[in-house]
């Protein structure tokens, strides 16, 4: 049974970064495309950005380019999304999601599997 469990959340200060960590565990026996979501409270879950399996092709939303990046090592099952230069308004929720397919999909709906996310709070 293939679970994702994300890692690295916590409070920053605006203008600081945390680094999120995603570990697939169990055997997928496929590629697949990886993207990080998050919920604020009382919003609806966004796409924040998704990387291809070779990790060649990426794709943010407007609201954090420049300021993450998102980054994976196959040998470790592991995504990565690193935040830089953090606003209270990036306090949510993430999660990252598994899409089994060649795409880089942005919708919730297209994702096969999600971990349970975790917390990020950017204080002023």
């Known amino acids: 049974q293939v679970q994702l469990v994300e890692s690295g959340g916590g409070l920053a200060q605006a203008g600081g970064s945390l680094r999120l960590s995603c570990a697939v565990s169990?055997?997928?026996?496929?590629?697949?495309?990886m993207g990080w979501f998050r919920q604020a409270p009382g919003k609806e879950r966004e796409f924040v950005a998704v990387?291809?399996?070779?990790?060649?092709?990426?794709y943010y939303a407007d609201s954090v380019k420049g300021r993450f990046a998102i980054s994976r090592d196959n040998a470790k099952n592991t995504v990565y999304l690193q935040m830089n230069s953090l606003k209270p308004e990036d306090t949510a929720v993430y999660y990252c999601?598994?899409?089994?397919?060649?795409?880089?999909?942005?919708?919730?709906?297209?994702?096969?599997?999600w971990g349970q996310g975790t917390q990020v709070t950017v204080s002023e």
């Open positions: 990387i291809n399996w070779s990790g060649d092709s990426t």
């Open positions: 169990g055997r997928t026996w496929r590629t697949y495309a």
């Open positions: 999601a598994v899409d089994f397919s060649s795409r880089l999909p942005t919708t919730t709906t297209e994702y096969d599997l």
